[in-house]
């Protein structure tokens, strides 16, 4: 087998960087977030597992037994039945018997679905972790954005996932209430995170893409971005609403300081403001 015919995710977190990129499926079952561009011109479809097997094998050629980290793709592995991901996992372990960590996009939707038992299943094979994008735990919100899940929805998939021994990472997206729904944005968060206490909260800020329904509300006025200074806003309102163990790398006083010289230094607000205004070109 050639090696230019390994497939691998197009997307992963940034913490997986420096992993071992599978691809398992292609694009996402649910397409549907507003804010999303990632594969809306990707037809989503299960590999046939022989096709993931010679991928692991040529993998195991280019990189030897070095990749402690793998992180598995496209959007949402956990759609493959428990029983499939088990035998994947079975074949990564037996190339890269050193692997530490094997983590996987998962929506909660998807994980309400599982059972306990099957979750453990695929948590035993040696999937470690999951990555949810929660992005927002506002009703309203989620409804607008079409995230195609409830608060309670991510809520209860993510409690079942800590249930059966993943790590639990949860995905913020900050702005995406906009200049109008900053304070509910946070709320809803924060009410969601106190419930999960994920072990790692990552924020991501909200910036538009082309081949996004949210874009086109972005051109056409419809959507008002949130300003730098709304983001830290919220931001602030949401961390002192935490109440969660999590590993989370933002902290108030940061906050507070970039909050001060966005007041006190015009130009340092101007040039934020520009570089909103370059999202929109
Ligand atoms: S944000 Fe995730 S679940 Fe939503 S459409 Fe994009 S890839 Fe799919």
């Known amino acids: 087998m050639l090696y230019t015919d390994y497939d691998h995710p197009p997307y ?20 549907q977030c507003t804010f999303c561009s990632m594969y ?18 040529t993998a195991r050629r280019i990189y030897g037994a070095g990749p402690r980290t793998v992180f598995i793709g496209d959007s949402n592995s956990l759609v493959l039945s428990p029983e499939t991901l088990a035998k994947i996992l079975g074949h990564l372990y037996e190339h890269f018997p050193t692997t530490e960590r094997v983590t996987s996009y998962a929506r909660s939707r998807t994980l309400c679905k599982k059972s306990i038992d ?12 999951l990555h949810v994008g929660l992005e927002t735990g506002n009703p309203e919100l989620l409804k607008e954005i079409k995230k195609g899940a409830t608060p309670e929805q991510m809520v209860e998939g993510c409690l079942r996932a800590k249930e059966a021994g993943f ?32 072990h790692f909260i990552r924020i991501r800020t909200y910036v538009p893409t082309p081949y996004s329904p949210l874009w086109d509300s972005v051109q056409n006025g419809s959507f008002q971005l949130a300003s730098a200074e709304t983001i830290l806003r919220e931001q602030r309102r949401l961390v002192e609403w935490l109440n969660v163990t999590s590993q989370y790398l933002s902290v108030l006083q940061t906050i507070d300081k970039a909050l001060d ?19 929109r070109l």
């Open 40 to 57: 809306k011109d990707t037809s989503f479809e299960r590999r046939p597992l022989d096709e993931i097997f010679q991928d692991i094998e």
């Open 167 to 198: 790590e639990v990472s949860l995905y913020v997206l900050a702005g995406i209430g906009g200049e109008e729904k900053w304070q509910q944005h946070a709320d809803g968060t924060a009410a969601v995170l106190n419930q999960v206490d994920p």
């Open 12 to 31: 992963r977190p940034p913490s997986e960087a420096g992993s071992l990129l599978l691809r398992v499926t292609r694009g996402c079952p649910w397409n």
């Open 261 to 279: 010289d966005l007041q006190q230094d015009t130009r340092y607000r101007e040039v934020l403001e520009q570089k909103r205004y370059l999202t």
């Open 118 to 129: 099957e979750l453990r299943l695929i948590r035993q094979a040696g999937l470690t972790r």
